[in-house]
């Protein structure tokens, strides 16, 4: 008869792990607690064209939330072996139904039924938004039960969505919200971009410690995985970015944006970028900033129970915790 244990915290696994949850579990929030009905205004005073755009960009993250929520963390999750990673990653599953649900508390605030059925059968019809999502979801199905080499590419995967194909999407919100518009729904973003930072660090973490107990031949498999999957989904977001932004004249801007990110998903794997530097929109840049402008709003949620500040994570947080897993020898 098989034994089952029980995740036990008064034995940490890592020097992170507790580091990490707690993290996590402090920023905990929910789309009710944001008024966006403030954004009604600020809505109406949009052309057709930046609706249309604002609802598509929301469509598409709502769909790579969803594939994160219900397939990526929960199968990677299925095949980490420490319970308080587990843990950890199940937590994070969670927030990324918050994350899809979001969007939806968004479109019901400010969007007719119409525009909201027309988006998300547009979000099911874009082959860009779907080609993406395929490619992730292939990989997070493909890992198989003692496969160091598949775990580690359906972990670049998920370090890919929340570090780098997310900001497509998230670049829109942050420069109206910049800009002193639709300034309610661009703190939801700023609220799931906290949580997106510290996801990819995270699995960014598991990623090199799998990745450090691959064979000479794995790694040499892996090595050669990781560019070549950014190369095919960077063309495909460059794509998906001119047809959604277009017609609202920012594609430049947002390619600057996209090829950041993709080195900053690249850092949280322990690599290097490969992207040269840009001057990106200094707008939106400050809005992934993972300080939020409403701390005093969420300090209390609901009679008699206080929730603390929260701390973000910082790079040099980023930097002390990827240290730690170069001198770790958990595998």
């Known amino acids: 008869m098989s034994r089952f244990e029980a995740v036990n915290w008064n034995a940490p696994e890592t020097d992170y792990t507790e580091l990490l949850w707690t993290q996590n579990t402090s920023q905990f929030w929910l789309d009710t607690e944001i008024p ?9 005073k949009m052309s057709s064209k930046e609706q249309l755009a604002y609802m598509r960009v929301l469509g598409g993250l709502t769909l790579l939330d969803t594939e994160q929520g219900n397939v990526g963390m929960p199968m990677i999750a299925q095949f980490v072996q420490d319970k308080q990673k ?9 927030m990324e139904e918050i994350h899809a649900k979001s969007y939806s508390t968004i479109f019901t605030t400010v969007a007719s039924l119409d525009m909201i059925n027309d988006t998300f059968e547009w979000v099911k019809e874009n082959k ?26 359906a972990m670049v995967a998920s370090v890919f969505l929340e570090s780098f194909l997310f900001y497509s999407g998230f670049f829109y919100p942050l420069f ?6 639709m300034v309610a729904s661009g703190e939801i973003i ?28 794995e790694k040499q498999v892996a090595a050669a995985f990781v560019p070549e999957l950014m190369n095919d989904l960077y063309r495909n977001e460059l794509e998906y970015t001119e047809m959604l932004y277009d017609d609202i004249d920012l594609t430049h801007e947002v390619k600057k944006y996209i090829r950041y990110n993709a080195n900053k998903a690249l850092m949280n794997l322990g690599l290097e970028p490969v992207f040269e530097e840009e001057d990106v929109n200094p707008v939106v840049l400050n809005g992934i900033r993972t300080e939020t402008s409403t701390h005093d709003f969420f300090s209390t949620k609901g009679n008699g129970y206080q929730k603390g500040k929260v ?8 930097s002390l915790l990827n240290d730690r897993v170069n001198q770790s020898n958990i595998f």
Do not use: M
């Open 36 to 44: 966006i009905s403030k954004d009604l205004k600020s809505w109406a």
């Open 86 to 94: 587990k843990a950890i990653l199940i937590f994070q599953a969670a």
């Open 128 to 153: 860009h938004l779907q080609y993406k999502t395929s490619v992730i979801d292939s990989l997070y199905r493909n890992i198989k039960p003692g496969d160091g080499l598949s775990l580690y590419k």
């Open 176 to 181: 109206l919200a910049g800009q002193g518009k």
């Open 190 to 217: 700023k609220l799931i971009i906290r949580d997106e930072s510290v996801h990819g660090v995270f699995v960014g973490l598991l990623a090199q410690e799998v990745f450090a107990a691959l064979t000479e031949e």
């Open 311 to 318: 701390e973000p994570l910082h790079d040099k947080d980023f």
